[in-house]
């Protein structure tokens, strides 16, 4: 069974870059079938879908997150990471890698709380 564990600072100051890594056991990140996501949560809101990493390594962002957003991952680990720079606390939110079958997810990490906060 896929299982994904997100790892990373529950701590941020404002205007520093978050990053997490998800790790992944049961399935190869490399897959040809599958495609890898971030999704966060800010408190008391809904779900937001920030990006995907493709098994060929290729990215796609949510357009309002593009330009501080970037996924990259480590095939020797079966990591994928994210990185969302120039945070404020509006970035506050629990943040989860998935398994991306479009139109959905279908594996969820349980989730981490990053806090952005001086």
């Known amino acids: 069974q896929v299982q994904l564990q997100e790892s990373g600072p529950g701590l941020v100051k404002p205007s520093q870059t978050l990053s997490l890594t998800c790790t992944v056991s049961?399935?190869?990140?490399?897959?040809?079938?599958?495609?890898w996501s971030w999704i966060r949560q800010p408190p008391g809101k809904g779900l937001e879908w920030m990006g995907v990493?493709?098994?060929?390594?290729?990215?796609y962002y949510s357009p309002s997150l593009k330009s501080r957003t970037s996924v990259s991952r480590d095939t020797s680990k079966n990591q994928f990471s994210l990185q969302l720079s120039s945070v404020t606390p509006e970035d506050t939110a629990v943040y989860y890698c998935?398994?991306?079958?479009?139109?959905?997810?279908?594996?969820w990490g349980k989730g981490t709380l990053v806090t952005v906060s001086s």
């Open positions: 049961g399935g190869s990140i490399t897959s040809i079938f599958y495609a």
């Open positions: 998935a398994r991306d079958v479009r139109p959905g997810m279908d594996y």
């Open positions: 990493i493709r098994s060929d390594g290729s990215t």
